[in-house]
Nanobody, 122 residues
Framework: QVRLVESGGGLVQPGGSLRLSCAASGSIFSLGAMGWYRQTPGKQRELIASITSSDSTNYADSVKGRFTISRDNAKNTMYLQMNSLKPEDTAVYYC????????????????WGPGTQVTVSS
């Protein structure tokens, strides 16, 4: 089994910062591309940042210049540094990763974390 768990969410004032973490555990051979998504009630889940196994990154226009995605392959962990937070950043943030397992075939399956709440409010 492979498990992804997000942490670091919480309540922060506008203009503040938060750092989210996504830790992968289980029978992991390697991690492929990873990404952060967010979703608010009644809206579709959207991709806000992604990072490849070679550290190439992409950002949604809404977070570009404010958020930074990174990864530590030795720790099987991905991060999202969020600065200059705005009320519209309020959402549940989800971790997503392609994972090749030690016991499975030579392919990457997609896994999701359960999400962590980020609330930006004064």
């Amino acid at each position: 089994q492979v498990r992804l768990v997000e942490s670091g969410g919480g309540l922060v004032q506008p203009g503040g910062s938060l750092r989210l973490s996504c830790a992968a555990s289980g029978s992991i051979f390697s991690l492929g591309a990873m990404g952060w998504y967010r979703q608010t009630p009644g809206k579709q889940r959207e991709l806000i940042a992604s990072i490849t196994s070679s550290d190439s990154t992409n950002y949604a226009d809404s977070v570009k210049g404010r958020f930074t995605i990174s990864r530590d392959n030795a720790k099987n962990t991905m991060y999202l540094q969020m600065n200059s937070l705005k009320p519209e950043d309020t959402a549940v943030y989800y971790c997503n990763a392609g994972v090749r397992t030690t016991t499975g075939p030579r392919l990457y399956n997609t896994y999701w974390g359960p999400g962590t709440q980020v609330t930006v409010s004064s």
